[in-house]
């Protein structure tokens, strides 16, 4: 079900007639020393070559290992609270594994995914429970890890009880990319549990497809089942080099999220994560990105672009120069196509 060794990775890519030189496996093998190597076999079985958009998401590379830039908790999560971080007034967020189909090779915790420290104990969320409950300005929990739909069904079941018990929160996101990397765990008996729970709070789920390759008739089937029930989906993605990172890709990318009825929510620039910097290109790449979305495709295809700042400053959203406040109050305009525009309010 998941590839977790060089060997096991090296027999795989075999079948597939893929061959790694012995300077390649021995790289492998460095890397996953210290950032293990995890995917889902349905997730590996979309890669078709080499160095291809699957394949960079997935497979370790050496400049893991050979770039002193970034940090590991670049957005100074860890607190006196294990496994929660309150950064915002009113909502949290919960940390509830630390397992994934699919150990992303640019992820935010590289720090923590995959250690050998089993998932967060009963205990350390039930002190983490008690915080939301004692803030009453907490309304919004999202949910994450790893992958909270990697738990049990009955251990999330568990978590989503409590948090239900707890009267001032309004709404409950589950942060996943099991739709992407594992469609097959939307299974019935999971569908059924999130369906009994998808109210007072609402239940939200973000996902995170990246490529419009990882669009399939699998991972639409999983997130129709979940639209089945209620739920609303949004998806989440970041620009990677080697990825994703044109203008036409995301146009493609998010009118596939829309026709299988998930919104495009946000696109993000990469987190400075040490062991990323392959990953990370000039911010220039999301304003342009933005511009080739803006008036070109659907508004409801069109996300927010933001940076998580360093040091943990929160999101702030990042937009393309299309106005110039003047001092009397009007503004000068650009649309999509560049030409201008003056709105006006005084003559």
Sequence with gaps: MFITTVQNLKEKLGEK????????????????????????????SLIEEKGDVIW???????????SEF??????????????????????????ISNTCAMYCRFCTRKRKVGEVVKNPTRKGIEKALN?????????????????????????????????????HIEMIRIGTRVPCTMPER?????????KRHNKNPILYIN???????????????????????GIPLGNQSIILKDVNNKPEIFKELNRKLLSIGVKPYYLYQ???????????????????????????????????????????????PILPNYTKLQKNGNVKMKNYEGKDFKYNFKN
């Excluded at 490529?211 to 129709?224: D, G, Q, V």
């Design 56 to 66: 960079n998401q997935c497979i370790p590379r050496i400049e893991e290992l050979n």
């Design 131 to 167: 915080y939301i409950e004692n803030h009453k300005e907490i309304r919004d929990v999202i949910l994450s890890g790893g992958d909270p739909l990697l738990l049990s069904v009955e251990t999330l079941e568990r978590i989503l009880i409590d948090l239900r018990k707890i009267e």
């Design 70 to 95: 970034g940090n590991e908790d670049p957005l100074n999560e860890e607190n006196e609270i294990p496994f929660l971080t309150h950064r915002y007034p009113d909502r949290c967020l919960l940390l």
């Design 17 to 44: 007639n893929i061959f790694l030189s012995d300077e390649e496996i021995t790289n492998l093998e460095e890397v996953t020393k210290k950032y293990p190597l995890r995917i889902s076999d349905y997730y590996f």
């Design 186 to 194: 939307i299974t019935d008996k999971l569908c059924e549990m999130l």
């Design 207 to 229: 996902t995170h497809f990246e490529h419009p390759k990882e669009i399939t008739k699998e991972s639409k089937k999983a997130c129709e089942k979940l639209i089945d029930i």
């Design 270 to 316: 990469p987190d400075l994560v040490k062991g990323t910097s392959h990953f990370i290109g000039n911010v220039k790449e999301g304003l342009d990105i933005i511009q080739g979305l803006r008036g070109h495709t659907s508004g409801m295809a069109v996300p927010h672009f933001v940076i998580d700042a360093p040091g943990g400053g929160g999101k702030i």
